[in-house]
Protein backbone atom coordinates (compact mmCIF):
# COMPACT_ATOMS: atom_id res chain seq x y z
CA UNK A 1 0.00 0.00 0.00
CA UNK A 2 1.10 3.43 -0.49
CA UNK A 3 -0.07 6.77 0.72
CA UNK A 4 0.07 10.11 -1.65
CA UNK A 5 0.44 13.77 -0.38
CA UNK A 6 0.21 16.36 -2.93
CA UNK A 7 1.99 19.89 -2.23
CA UNK A 8 2.15 22.95 -4.25
CA UNK A 9 -1.03 24.25 -5.41
CA UNK A 10 -1.28 27.73 -5.53
CA UNK A 11 -3.05 30.75 -7.40
CA UNK A 12 -1.25 32.22 -10.80
CA UNK A 13 -2.19 34.21 -13.43
CA UNK A 14 -2.49 32.99 -16.89
CA UNK A 15 0.53 32.48 -18.83
CA UNK A 16 2.77 31.53 -15.74
CA UNK A 17 3.96 28.25 -14.18
CA UNK A 18 3.57 26.47 -11.17
CA UNK A 19 4.96 22.97 -9.95
CA UNK A 20 2.99 20.11 -8.01
CA UNK A 21 4.61 17.76 -6.23
CA UNK A 22 3.08 14.20 -4.96
CA UNK A 23 5.39 12.20 -2.11
CA UNK A 24 4.82 8.89 -1.68
CA UNK A 25 5.14 6.56 1.42
CA UNK A 26 6.76 3.19 1.34
CA UNK A 27 9.49 1.56 -0.26
CA UNK A 28 8.24 0.52 -3.47
CA UNK A 29 7.27 3.75 -5.03
CA UNK A 30 9.18 2.36 -8.67
CA UNK A 31 6.70 -0.56 -8.99
CA UNK A 32 4.09 2.03 -9.48
CA UNK A 33 3.27 3.82 -12.38
CA UNK A 34 1.57 7.26 -11.52
CA UNK A 35 -0.66 9.70 -13.37
CA UNK A 36 -1.75 13.33 -12.52
CA UNK A 37 -5.33 13.79 -12.80
CA UNK A 38 -7.42 17.13 -12.67
CA UNK A 39 -11.15 17.86 -11.79
CA UNK A 40 -12.22 21.35 -12.70
CA UNK A 41 -15.23 22.76 -10.77
CA UNK A 42 -18.29 21.30 -11.43
CA UNK A 43 -16.85 18.69 -13.89
CA UNK A 44 -15.56 14.98 -13.63
CA UNK A 45 -11.83 13.90 -12.80
CA UNK A 46 -10.13 13.67 -16.26
CA UNK A 47 -6.29 11.92 -17.14
CA UNK A 48 -3.66 15.22 -17.39
CA UNK A 49 -0.44 13.22 -17.37
CA UNK A 50 1.23 9.70 -16.70
CA UNK A 51 4.96 8.34 -16.28
CA UNK A 52 5.96 4.94 -16.35
CA UNK A 53 7.29 2.64 -13.04
CA UNK A 54 10.85 3.50 -14.31
CA UNK A 55 10.01 7.13 -16.02
CA UNK A 56 11.02 6.78 -19.44
CA UNK A 57 7.55 6.65 -20.78
CA UNK A 58 5.37 9.61 -20.72
CA UNK A 59 2.15 9.91 -21.75
CA UNK A 60 -0.32 13.89 -21.61
CA UNK A 61 -4.14 14.05 -22.59
CA UNK A 62 -4.02 16.41 -25.54
CA UNK A 63 -5.43 19.70 -23.80
CA UNK A 64 -2.29 19.59 -22.19
CA UNK A 65 0.43 18.48 -24.41
CA UNK A 66 3.13 20.61 -25.22
CA UNK A 67 2.28 22.60 -22.00
CA UNK A 68 2.60 20.21 -19.33
CA UNK A 69 5.81 17.54 -17.97
CA UNK A 70 5.42 14.69 -15.57
CA UNK A 71 8.53 13.67 -14.46
CA UNK A 72 9.92 11.04 -11.42
CA UNK A 73 12.51 10.89 -8.92
CA UNK A 74 12.27 7.26 -7.41
CA UNK A 75 14.88 7.54 -5.08
CA UNK A 76 12.70 10.33 -3.43
CA UNK A 77 9.81 9.04 -3.91
CA UNK A 78 8.18 11.92 -5.55
CA UNK A 79 6.49 12.35 -8.68
CA UNK A 80 6.53 16.71 -10.38
CA UNK A 81 3.97 17.96 -12.84
CA UNK A 82 5.58 20.81 -14.32
CA UNK A 83 3.15 23.17 -15.70
CA UNK A 84 3.47 26.33 -18.22
CA UNK A 85 1.36 29.05 -20.35
CA UNK A 86 -1.35 28.06 -17.41
CA UNK A 87 -4.96 29.03 -19.06
CA UNK A 88 -7.82 29.50 -16.92
CA UNK A 89 -9.39 26.14 -17.92
CA UNK A 90 -5.99 24.34 -16.23
CA UNK A 91 -8.21 25.81 -12.62
CA UNK A 92 -8.78 21.94 -11.13
CA UNK A 93 -8.13 20.15 -7.98
CA UNK A 94 -4.89 18.14 -9.15
CA UNK A 95 -4.40 14.58 -7.74
CA UNK A 96 -1.69 11.99 -7.93
CA UNK A 97 -2.64 8.51 -8.29
CA UNK A 98 -0.88 4.82 -8.47
CA UNK A 99 -1.43 1.81 -10.42
CA UNK A 100 -0.03 -1.54 -9.94
CA UNK A 101 -1.37 -2.39 -13.05
CA UNK A 102 0.93 -3.31 -16.56
CA UNK A 103 1.37 -0.70 -18.99
CA UNK A 104 0.34 3.01 -19.67
CA UNK A 105 -2.88 3.41 -17.46
CA UNK A 106 -5.45 6.15 -18.78
CA UNK A 107 -8.63 5.41 -16.94
CA UNK A 108 -8.90 6.66 -13.39
CA UNK A 109 -10.17 3.29 -12.52
CA UNK A 110 -6.82 1.77 -13.53
CA UNK A 111 -5.40 3.50 -10.38
CA UNK A 112 -4.99 1.80 -7.13
CA UNK A 113 -4.32 4.78 -4.35
CA UNK A 114 -4.75 8.49 -4.52
CA UNK A 115 -3.77 11.75 -3.07
CA UNK A 116 -6.06 13.97 -1.60
CA UNK A 117 -5.44 16.59 -3.99
CA UNK A 118 -4.48 20.35 -4.31
CA UNK A 119 -6.30 23.23 -5.90
CA UNK A 120 -4.82 25.21 -8.95
CA UNK A 121 -6.36 28.53 -9.98
CA UNK A 122 -5.50 29.83 -12.72
CA UNK A 123 -6.67 34.01 -13.39
CA UNK A 124 -7.42 35.38 -16.41
Known amino acids: QVQLVESGGGLVQAGGSLRVSCAAS????????MGWFRQPPGKEREFAAGISKSGGSTYYADSVKGRFTISRDNAKNTVYLQMNSLKPEDTAVYYC?????????????????WGQGTQVTVSS
Open 97 to 113: AASTGLGLPLSRYDYDY
Open 26 to 33: GQTFGTYG
